[in-house]
């Protein structure tokens, strides 16, 4: 019995892995740049912690209804492009079949074997074939919106509650903590993302968390130009 070598390919990941990969980053950078942003202008515990559930909160629905919204539109074309493809192939499967053979043929097929390809292909799955093979459109990387929503919602949900956590369990130095807790769970998440996806471990960490801390920067600034603790506001 003939065995196959089995090989661990990563590109079938990279639908949810987009997904995952920016709502994680997004949910720790946009809660926790919120809250170092609101601790940066003098405001109290109670403000900073709302602050940081309201930003968890819109933030996953954002997350959500964009990549739903935008995942369906790709999937809207993809449905076009083969309904368009199952009329052609109904009512020119001759031309259907050169065309399919000429691509072979692109790909560096001899005429007559990539003639022989095309007719068993289309023998078997016609439409899976041109889909394939013509429009770019395969299984592992067709849209899917709602798993896209909500994997974009749960990690976004999950990359938010890390600063969150920070500041609930360390109240009296809350920025310090909020601080502490996104640099290392971005170092985390890019680690993890690069390795996930094939790529160098340390650039894919470093990468992302260089991004963070600018983020947080810019939000510490803005906080500080709004001075809203008690001698800041004259009291």
Known sequence: ??????????SNRTGWLRAAVLGANDGIVSVAGLMVGVAASGAGQGVLVATGVAGLVAGAMSMAAGEYVSVSSQADTERADLRLEKRELAEDPHNELIELAGIYEQRGLEPALARQVAEQL?????????????????????ARPVQAALASAAAFSTGAVLPLLAA??????????????????????????????????????????FWGALAMAAADLVGRAFDVSPSGLGG
Do not use: C
């Open 168 to 209: 609930l369990l360390f109240p009296a130095q809350a920025r310090l903590a909020v601080i502490v807790a996104t640099l290392l769970a971005l170092l985390a998440s890019g680690a993890l993302a690069a390795r996930a996806g094939g790529a160098p471990t340390l650039r894919g960490a470093l990468r992302v968390t």
């Open 122 to 142: 289309t023998a078997h799955d016609a439409l899976a074939a041109h889909a394939r093979d013509e429009l770019g459109i395969t299984e592992a990387l067709r």
């Open 1 to 10: 019995m003939r065995k196959f070598h089995a090989e661990v390919h990563r």
